[in-house]
């Protein structure tokens, strides 16, 4: 079992900039790849990022890209997600997420996780 707790969420004004961090525990030795995603009112949670964990691996959703860096520091089994140049559609709950699997498949999708955290709020005012 991992356990995952975010923080760093909270309000901005458009172009501003914010850092998440997700911080694991338990089992943390059998996260492959750690992710956040996001969830804004009335709408699908969508992946953001992902990294390979102990890897140099990463992607972001095109959204984001320019914009986003995800990180990872494996001494303190925690993630990071900076967020510059933000926009008022970055509004949104973020999650991280941890899985298993070593395979690419379902990764970009909110299934192919095995673990969650509780979610922080980002919201960018105009």
């Known amino acids: 079992q991992v356990h995952l707790v975010e923080s760093g969420g909270g309000l901005v004004q458009a172009g501003g900039s914010l850092r998440l961090s997700c911080a694991a525990s338990g089992r943390t030795s059998s996260s492959s790849y750690m992710a956040w995603f996001r969830q804004a009112p009335g709408k699908e949670r969508e992946f953001v990022a992902v990294?390979?964990?102990?890897?140099?691996?990463?992607n972001l959703a095109d959204s984001v890209k320019g914009r986003f860096t995800i990180s990872g520091d494996n001494a303190k089994n925690t993630m990071y997600l900076q967020m510059n140049s933000l926009k008022p559609e970055d509004t949104a709950v973020y999650y991280c997420a941890a899985r298993e699997s070593l395979s690419l498949f379902g990764i970009y999708s909110r299934s192919g996780y095995d673990y969650w955290g509780q979610g922080t709020q980002v919201t960018v005012s105009s």
């Open positions: 990294i390979k964990w102990g890897g140099a691996w990463t």
